[in-house]
């Protein structure tokens, strides 16, 4: 059975096609409308039909970020304006005239490592995205976990501080508003007065303030993720998103972690994701895969 997959992301919208041994027989690439619901929907069809032209049966999945909501069955939480509070799944299946899995891009970044990239020799697998946001995605026996409500893995919304920074979810003090890329960034310009973004700001070994910054990084790292050790016990943990590329994480913050987890004994592998950019658009393909 052929699988295609569509990430469906804020400014592009990338489709894949792969066969059944999941080697990648064709991949497009178009840029994602702005503000039109209808044209996005539009461009995922036209890439679809595309992609579909010369083969008769196939899986569909689609990524993107944001979920769909249990209690309405519309997509929350996009940073897609104009897809929230759309029946984007609906909507698709009625045009396409087929059923579709649609999970947001933590999950798909998840499953996707766990079926093919750095964690494939791994039944648990939790795999998180530092980037804009912060995300995660469970994985148990190459299936997603969702919950009850589907927020399973929603780790970046955990309070870290009681009464730290306010988030856009409502709360105050939820690790994304400590770890992710933007956060990072505020908090160095408030130190510094400088703009810059995070590979610059890196770049910066020598300065004492970097190593407040960092050090305060790396202590919201090590606890909050720490925190989701201690309950999962996953069998990996895998970073992605931009912030994956920062080299310190994968010894300093892989020792914050350690000293906060609640065990005499800690060696979670924590490690880079293999797939980089393209988890996205595998992982929606992986959607229906067993
Ligand atoms: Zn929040």
Redesign the pocket.
């Known amino acids: 059975m052929y699988k295609i997959g569509i990430d469906l992301g804020g400014t592009k919208t990338e489709g894949i096609l792969l066969d059944d041994s999941l080697k990648t027989v064709e991949r497009k690439r178009l840029s994602t409308p702005k503000d039109s619901y209808e044209e996005i929907i539009k461009t995922v069809c036209n890439l679809v039909n595309d992609l579909s032209s010369k083969i008769n049966d196939f899986t569909l999945g689609i990524c993107t970020p944001g979920a769909i909501s249990k209690k309405t069955g519309f997509l929350k939480n996009s940073n897609t304006q104009c897809l929230i509070g759309k029946p984007l799944k609906e909507d698709l299946e009625k045009k396409l005239d087929k059923k579709i899995s649609i999970e947001n891009d933590a999950n798909c970044f998840a499953i996707s490592e766990a079926t093919m990239g750095i964690a494939k020799n791994y039944s648990f697998v939790f795999g998180i995205i530092l980037g804009t946001g912060v995300g995660g995605g469970i994985v148990i026996d190459g299936k997603i976990h969702h919950g009850r409500t589907n927020i399973a893995g929603e780790w970046?919304?955990q309070t870290l501080h009681q009464n730290g920074n306010i988030?856009?979810?409502?709360?105050k003090g939820?690790?994304?508003?400590y770890i992710s890329g933007p956060a990072l960034e505020k908090r160095w310009e408030e130190m510094t007065g400088k703009h810059q973004t995070l590979s610059e700001i890196v770049q910066n070994s020598e300065n004492s303030k970097f190593l407040t910054w960092k050090k305060e990084f790396l202590d919201n790292f090590g606890t909050s993720l720490a925190n989701v050790i201690d309950i999962l016990d996953p069998d990996v943990v895998v970073l992605g998103g931009g912030l994956s590329n920062i080299e310190f994480l994968y010894h300093e913050g892989i020792q914050k972690v350690y000293d906060k987890v609640f065990s005499d004994l800690v060696d979670t592998p924590i490690l880079k994701n293999s797939l980089g950019d393209s988890s996205g658009v595998f992982g929606a393909a992986l959607l229906n895969y067993d």
């Open positions: 970046g919304h988030c856009y979810c409502g709360k939820c690790v994304e508003t």
